[in-house]
């Protein structure tokens, strides 16, 4: 399979301990989105890379995560004491240049956090 | 802010029964539009796009017309399959967003046999 692949599929953790996600995009894209999706909500940006440039951060994305793509390719996220709050689905998707900027980009199926 | 409206679900309906999803958005600039569809255990998938005022999207049934009057891009499909039961999300994007999808909440759709 050649899509895009996340790990863990679940993370179950308590308030306070760090979580790391990782994702593989499709390996000739450059590109490398991470978004958040809480029930019955649609994908909430979060960032994104270019190459291994971190182009873009939303306001979401407070001190407490730090997200890295060190050779271009694949990404992680990382959530440092996380709350209740961080619980949702964590979705990566890659695209090239182009597909970027068409709007036409890959998803994983995603992390699932659980806090307890 | 720029965003998007989708028609609260489920949406239940019997096979070969005529689909509309409703979708609108507001948007400062001129967006391209997307409806994104998320299968039982798959990762979101592109399924339509229009770039600009007029344009009809279409793909395995499904169209969708780029409304600028109406802000709207409504999905419909003539005749659904119980495979198409799935979740759907109508998106925008454009320079004016950074390139970044910004996402309706999701309208679940489930088809009975």
């Known amino acids: 399979d050649t899509g895009v692949s996340q790990d863990p599929r679940h993370k179950i953790t308590k308030r306070g301990q760090n979580v790391t996600f990782r994702c593989d995009p499709i390996s000739e894209h450059n590109r490398l989105y991470w978004y958040r999706q809480t029930l019955g909500q649609g994908p909430e940006f979060l960032t994104y890379?270019?190459?291994?440039?971190?182009?873009?951060k939303s306001r979401l994305l407070s001190d407490r995560f730090s997200a890295e793509r060190p050779k271009g390719s694949f990404s992680t996220l990382e959530i440092q004491r996380t709350e209740q709050g961080d619980s949702a689905m964590y979705l990566c998707?890659?695209?090239?240049?182009?597909?970027?900027?068409?709007?036409?980009?890959?998803f994983g199926e995603g992390s699932r956090l659980t806090v307890l | 802010g720029d965003s998007v409206t989708q028609m609260e679900g489920p949406v239940t309906l019997s096979e070969e029964a005529f689909l509309t999803i409703n979708c609108t958005y507001t948007a400062t600039g001129y967006p391209s539009l997307f409806w994104y569809v998320q299968y039982p255990g798959e990762g979101l998938q592109l399924l339509l796009k229009?770039?600009?005022?007029?344009d009809k999207g279409s793909n395995k049934g499904f169209e969708a017309t780029y409304r600028k009057e109406t802000t709207s891009f409504h999905l419909e499909k003539g005749s659904v399959q119980v495979s198409d039961s799935a979740v759907y999300f109508c998106?925008?994007?454009?320079?004016?967003?950074?390139?970044?999808?910004?996402f309706g909440a999701g309208t679940i759709l489930r088809v009975k046999s």
């Open positions: 998106a925008l994007s454009g320079a004016e967003y950074g390139n970044k999808l910004v």
């Open positions: 229009a770039t600009k005022a007029d």
């Open positions: 890379f270019q190459n291994e440039a971190q182009l873009e």
């Open positions: 998707a890659s695209s090239s240049k182009r597909g970027g900027r068409t709007g036409e980009l890959f």
